[in-house]
């Protein structure tokens, strides 16, 4: 009976610390960014409109941060996005708060056959739901923040992937209204150690990590729609490393392989 | 005459929600413009047609001869029947309808002739060049297209997001969006450029909205010197689910519509450069050279090709209609 009474106690404390090192780490990851920094993201396209695997040559894109505003009494990223070329016209404005990346205003700016157009795209800011990019080539596809790591060591960014480990999953319901009407959607986000096939893709961002930067893979589904997004994330890293989708494949240029961090005019 | 009055009674008093109609209708100004869709079979792009020669392609060698001292061969590539451009034992079908559909959507009409370096391009000249340009272009895709094998859904694109992108793209007025109208294997691309949409409520089911669509397409099924926008419309029904909220979740194709829908949307975002190993485009065709000859004024003896542009990002803003010192 004692020896039960000792048992219990050991694991209901086994369980409270585990808890509590949980709780810890609660807070997860959210990328922290400066006024003024740069990064870019190189995008290759799959044409879906002819058959077999027909790739586009790819663009790259210039993410900047560009001011820190209020927006809706919220201190909030000002994130400009555009293209490395003056050929390619569509850009992106996006207001995302300082706290957790949640986007709260997002305009879409595009070229049309009598000049160029914005839009401004119906957010609900209450809600921190993924952010999907539709609807334009500029891949701002970003997951709900923070990012929590499911088993420390497991997700520590020298793994060799290997090892098993459980996902964080998360459900949204995205309601857009448009026009009067609104339209629901299912929309998941499931994040866990990435996988081993996808574990070596760390290792050309490795050099310049520390061993107790987190990575993490991001899985985001739409139901009703083929937009599954895949991304890499990692804790040194502004942005996602990598991106899948089934007409994209998207990678953050290493800072060594920039030839004009101002871009924009080449 | 009293036993009618009471059935009406009843049928009002036990209908959960009455019966009410809704419509919604969008068009985009200026629509995207008709143009040949230059068949393989027909050649017109490398052997001209009646009344019209030479062809735009040899106009177009000419030209870049005259300015770079070389001839391009874009006239070379496209007859060579192996490229598959031009091909008297093609399909019927066969063309440039793609190419001319992101032309359209993405490039003002060109209306006037337009004389470089001495050589006359007309209106069709243009179209042709445009259309042979866009052959690659950029574009956000939408739905699946439907091979033919057996594992494919045919419902697909779903009508409850034909419906969602009919009212934010067209609704909107924010853009065209090309439309392969073929649910079948067959792949016709049109330009969709106006809708006209009404539904109302079952007598007993307020979750489904009974949905008549009209789409406008543009036509190509015109002569190469045809100006303005020839259109054809089609008729869609389809019902769409709506929850407890009227959110829509979810919807089905009726009627003669589940056979007979879009396959695939697809909205070009702008012209792509020819990818290495493909012949989908001609790569001996330059943008730069196409521009030059497509848009400025009628009449350019000392034919230069623009310079790239050196616009600063904000400027494209300014030119939307944004303030960047607002903005940032």
């Known amino acids: 009976m004692k020896k039960n009474l000792i048992i219990s106690l050991l694991l209901i404390a086994i369980v409270f610390i585990s808890n509590s090192v949980y709780a810890g780490n609660e807070d997860g990851f ?237 | 005459m009293r036993k009618l009055s009471i059935v009406l009674a009843l049928m009002l008093a036990i209908a959960p929600v009455s019966v009410f109609a809704e419509s919604i209708s969008g068009e985009i100004k200026p629509s995207p413009w008709s143009g040949d869709w230059w068949s393989r079979k027909k050649g017109f792009l490398v052997k001209g047609w009646k009344g019209h020669s030479p062809s735009p392609f040899e106009k177009y060698d000419s030209y870049v001869k005259s300015v770079t001292g070389r001839n391009p061969g874009a006239h070379s590539w496209e007859s060579n029947t192996n490229n598959h451009h031009y091909n008297p034992n093609a399909e019927p079908w066969e063309g440039h309808c793609n190419g001319w559909s992101g032309a359209a959507v993405l490039t003002k009409e060109p209306k006037i002739t337009r004389n470089r370096g001495g050589i006359a391009f007309e209106t069709a000249d243009q179209k042709a060049l445009l259309s042979e340009q866009y052959m690659n272009c950029y574009c956000n895709f939408y739905g699946n297209r439907y091979w033919g094998n057996d594992n494919e859904d045919m419902d697909d694109i779903y009508p409850d997001e034909f419906h969602r992108l009919l009212i934010d793209n067209i609704a909107s007025g924010k853009t065209a969006m090309v439309c392969d109208i073929e649910a079948d294997r067959m792949v016709w691309n049109y330009p969709l450029y106006k809708f006209e949409s009404s539904w109302s409520t079952g007598w007993f089911d307020d979750h489904k909205l009974k949905v008549k669509t009209t789409c406008y397409y543009v036509n190509d099924d015109v002569p190469p010197e045809y100006l303005g926008t020839k259109w054809f419309a089609v008729n869609y029904t389809y019902n769409l689910y709506v929850d407890d909220n009227g959110n829509v979740i979810s919807g089905e194709w009726t009627g003669d519509s589940k056979k007979n829908h879009p396959d695939f949307v697809w909205i070009p975002t702008g012209d792509a450069r020819v990818p290495s190993n493909s012949t989908l485009e001609n790569p001996c065709l330059d943008p730069k050279f196409v521009k030059d000859i497509c848009e400025g004024p009628a009449n350019k003896q000392n034919g230069r090709a623009a310079a790239p542009s050196s616009r600063n990002p904000d400027d494209l803003l300014v030119e939307a209609g944004l303030d960047p010192n607002e903005l940032f």
Not at chain 1, 183 to 208: A, C, E, H, W
Request: aromatic share 10%; charged share 30%.
């Open chain 1, 30 to 266: 959210v990328p922290v960014w400066k006024v003024g920094q740069k990064w870019i993201l190189e995008a290759a396209y799959r044409d879906l409109r002819v058959e077999g695997e027909a790739w586009l040559p790819a663009m790259q894109w210039i993410f900047h941060v560009r001011a820190k505003k209020e927006f809706n009494g919220e201190e909030c990223y000002v994130l400009h996005i555009y293209g490395r070329k003056v050929s390619q016209k569509n850009q992106a404005i996006l207001w995302l708060s300082v706290n957790d990346l949640r986007p709260l205003k997002v305009i879409d700016v595009f070229p049309t056959s009598s000049g160029m157009k914005y839009k401004e795209r119906d957010i609900n800011n209450q809600s921190a739901e993924p952010l999907v990019a539709e609807g334009t080539p500029i891949p701002y596809d970003m997951p709900s923040f923070p990012l929590v790591r499911t088993e420390n060591r497991a997700q520590s960014a020298n793994i060799s992937g290997d090892k098993t480990s459980s996902s964080i999953a998360k459900k949204f319901s995205r309601i857009r209204s448009i026009g009067g009407i609104s339209f629901k959607r299912s929309v998941s986000q499931k994040s866990k150690t990435p996988d081993k096939k996808l574990s070596d893709i760390f290792n050309g961002y490795l050099k310049q990590s520390r061993n107790n930067e987190a990575t993490f893979q991001v899985e985001i589904n739409e139901d009703r729609s083929s937009n599954k997004v895949v991304q890499l994330w990692h804790e040194g890293s502004p942005w996602a490393i990598r991106e899948n989708k089934r007409d994209r494949k998207v990678r953050l240029v290493p800072e060594s392989e920039y030839v004009n961090r101002d871009g924009g005019n080449n």
